[in-house]
């Protein structure tokens, strides 16, 4: 980020971004703010490098194009604030418990020195009035020490009890920085995160990674006739099948809106083809009905697009090169898997019916 010399240039920041918001139709909110803000500040190079490359295609930028900026560029660091401060207090708490048992450590000691008192001067042989007050003594003791054992014993289970508590927190944090909250599948931070994994150890072990990019088919018609809710139920709906259908080792993730992506580790091409094709023709035979009245909403259909990786290629050009293939299968019928070898052909006979996508 760019030193800031004067309250001047944040302020030109503010307005700059103000003025952009306004420009494309955008609500001056908080997170959209913080996007923009960004951008003009210089403060990210990946976001300004995204909003680039947008501007350069000439993409709307819709209030839910700036969520997903805010979700994939900012989201992420603020659960790790809060992750931070769990384990700040995970540490204070264990620091608290290592003070406690120094304080019983001392305690022990203490009274070990006592016992041995005590033990020396009956072997040197007290009177009746001596012992009973050495017994007296000891007792009281003895007492004391079993009354800050169980104080100990209780601040013990407390702050057990306070580690086990801060560390689910921050396992609920991970998973809400890395989950879509809607479809319970994973979101597009986890999503990138993920893909930079499995391709840094496909550069090690040289295995092949393709990924998929789908986009349910005429969805914005279908929330417009049946309305949000039963759009959401189909987003649930799309989510799960597209878990169930994959291998355990794959990773589908809610890309943002209507589009899902999927990585397939030490996956080819061709069978990363297949896996979209055989996606393509279980989602298209489901039916969504309201299981309460049975009305039928129909069937829904998804367009894929799929593409292997490069070796050495940035990852944004894989992604490109799916979302490339997923507007040609848009382009080209819908409910359709188009790959990456397709790309060329289409294009070169864009104006002739026949094809090389697997169409079903």
């Keep these: 980020m760019p030193y800031l010399e ?20 955008v609500p001056a909110n908080p997170t959209n703010f913080t996007v923009w803000y960004a951008y003009f500040a210089g403060m990210r190079a990946d976001l ?12 709307k930028f819709t209030a839910e194009r700036n969520e997903e900026l805010y979700a994939r560029y900012f989201t992420f660091d603020t659960h790790g604030m809060e992750i931070t401060a769990a384990t700040d207090q995970i540490q204070l708490t264990v620091s608290d418990v290592l ?14 020195d006592s016992l041995a008192a005590v033990s020396g001067q009956l072997s040197e042989g007290a009177n009746a009035a001596q012992v009973r007050s050495l017994v007296y003594g000891i007792l009281s003791e003895t007492h004391q020490m079993v009354q800050k054992g169980k104080l100990l014993e209780a601040r013990l289970e407390d702050s057990s009890g306070r580690i086990d508590g801060l560390k689910q927190q921050i396992v609920d944090i ?14 597009r931070t986890y999503f990138d995160l993920r ?14 990674v393709s990924v998929v990019l789908t986009d349910i088919d005429n969805f914005k018609h279908f929330n417009d006739k049946f309305g949000r809710r039963i759009g959401d139920e189909v987003l649930k709906i799309v989510a799960h099948t597209l878990e169930e259908g994959l291998k355990e080792r794959d990773t589908p993730a809610r890309f943002g809106g ?22 393509c023709r279980t989602l298209s035979k489901k039916r969504i009905v309201n299981r ?17 990786y490069h070796p050495g290629e940035a990852l944004d050009t894989l992604v490109l ?35 090389s996508i697997s169409t079903l």
């Excluded at 004067?6 to 139709?25: H, I, N, P, T």
């Excluded at 300004?48 to 993409?59: H, N, P, R, S, V």
């Excluded at 994994?197 to 092949?208: C, F, K, L």
């Design 6 to 25: 004067s309250v001047e240039q944040a302020d030109d920041f503010a307005q700059s971004a103000r003025d952009m918001m306004r420009k494309l139709g």
């Design 48 to 59: 300004t490098e995204a909003i680039d490359t947008l501007i350069g295609e000439q993409a």
């Design 99 to 112: 003070e406690n048992l120094e304080d019983a450590q001392s305690d022990a000691s203490s009274y070990a």
């Design 174 to 187: 991970s998973r809400a920085a890395t989950t879509d909250a809607l479809t319970n599948i994973a979101n």
């Design 195 to 208: 893909l930079r994994e499995t391709v840094a150890s496909a550069q090690d072990t040289g295995h092949p």
């Design 258 to 279: 209507e589009e899902f992506a999927i990585i397939l580790p030490k996956t080819r091409l061709d069978d990363a083809i297949a896996t979209a094709d055989r996606l």
């Design 292 to 308: 309460t009245s049975g009305e039928s909403f129909g069937s829904v259909t998804l367009s894929f697009g799929v593409a292997q």
């Design 321 to 355: 090169r799916a979302e490339e293939a997923l507007l040609l299968a848009k382009r080209n019928g819908r409910n359709t898997v188009v790959s990456e070898d397709d790309l060329e052909s289409i294009a070169a006979n864009a104006n002739e019916p026949e094809t």
